[in-house]
């Protein structure tokens, strides 16, 4: 099966498919001890096995995260999008921004984007977002971006809160 990855413009961000050359920001950003929220620490082979299942999730699933981009510099960002490993009840609309672009809006500019692709492309029209109990900053981006606490679940045997996004549009 061939899958082409949208690409997504905003005004100061670029969402594009993964590529090879990520591999050594990846491997800058999952041994920042703040990508804990997002599996890492990781070391540089494990950071290959997840550009590669990222890359492959778009393949297998027709959706997946975009590498996030600045327009300006072509820097890169951090990710936004779709993740759903076959463990997890259901897509969610995940996202990370690298330490040099945390507190700039790039974050909720890049989510609020993927999560309009989601719905014009994959008909993901509500996602979910999961979040640790411990994870206080995510809760709070979740609820600026309008998400809301629906339920605590267990997910690969650690306490996760599902947070709710408001329904788009396709």
Same mark, same amino acid.
């Given at each position: 099966?061939?899958?082409?990855?949208?690409?997504?413009?905003?005004?100061?961000?670029?969402?594009?498919?993964?590529?090879?050359?990520?591999?050594?920001?990846?491997?800058?950003?999952?041994?920042?001890?703040?990508? &804990?929220?997002?599996?890492?620490?990781?070391?540089?082979?494990?950071?290959?096995?997840?550009?590669?299942?990222?890359?492959?999730?778009? &393949?297998?699933? @027709?959706?997946?995260?975009?590498?996030?981009?600045?327009?300006?510099?072509?820097?890169?960002?951090?990710?936004?999008?779709?993740?759903?490993?076959?463990?997890?009840?259901?897509?969610?609309?995940?996202?990370?921004?690298?330490?040099?672009?945390? @507190?700039?809006? !790039?974050?909720?500019?890049?989510?609020?984007?993927?999560?309009?692709?989601?719905?014009? &492309?994959?008909? !993901?029209?509500?996602?979910?977002?999961?979040?640790?109990?411990?994870?206080?900053?995510?809760?709070?981006?979740?609820?600026?971006?309008?998400?809301?606490?629906?339920?605590?679940?267990?997910?690969?045997?650690?306490?996760?809160?599902?947070?709710? &996004?408001?329904?788009?549009?396709?």
């Amino acid at each position: 099966m061939t899958v082409t990855i949208p690409v997504i413009e905003t005004d100061r961000l670029v969402l594009r498919a993964p590529a090879l050359a990520d591999h050594a920001p990846l491997c800058a950003y999952f041994q920042d001890p703040r990508s &804990h929220w997002n599996g890492g620490p990781l070391d540089a082979v494990a950071v290959g096995r997840a550009l590669m299942a990222t890359v492959g999730q778009w &393949h297998l699933r @027709g959706f997946g995260l975009w590498f996030l981009e600045t327009r300006d510099t072509q820097a890169f960002a951090g990710f936004a999008g779709i993740f759903m490993p076959f463990d997890w009840p259901e897509p969610e609309l995940g996202y990370a921004v690298t330490a040099a672009h945390e @507190g700039t809006g !790039l974050a909720a500019e890049a989510v609020t984007a993927a999560r309009q692709a989601a719905a014009t &492309h994959f008909g !993901l029209t509500r996602l979910a977002s999961y979040i640790s109990p411990e994870n206080t900053r995510s809760q709070a981006f979740a609820r600026r971006l309008g998400a809301s606490l629906e339920t605590v679940t267990t997910l690969r045997g650690a306490q996760t809160q599902i947070w709710r &996004h408001p329904e788009v549009a396709p």
